[in-house]
């Protein structure tokens, strides 16, 4: 499990959504940035907020959306001890 922060996956998708589909799509990354929202309505997932940066052509921020699986309830239930925020 290799580790990006959601302003350089953002990024990298940005410069080149190809390149950076076949280095990230389907794959495990530890995506760290700060919580920016937690919700469970089209599936659990938690946005974190980037940064803001103008080199970002298509977002004025760098939030990158985290959808986990619903069968792995240990990470899930780690949602639950977060709040905005927090890093």
Do not use: H, P, W
């Amino acid at each position: 499990v290799g580790t990006v922060s959601a302003v350089d996956l953002t990024l990298a998708y940005d410069k080149n959504e190809i390149k950076a589909g076949e280095t990230y799509k389907d794959k495990y990354y530890e995506v760290t940035g700060v919580v920016g929202d937690i919700d469970a309505g089209l599936g659990t997932y938690m946005v974190l907020e980037g940064e803001e940066d103008q080199s970002i052509e298509f977002l004025d921020r760098s939030d990158v959306q985290c959808f986990f699986n619903e069968d792995d309830k240990d990470e899930i239930s780690k949602l639950g001890d977060l709040k905005k925020g927090d890093k």
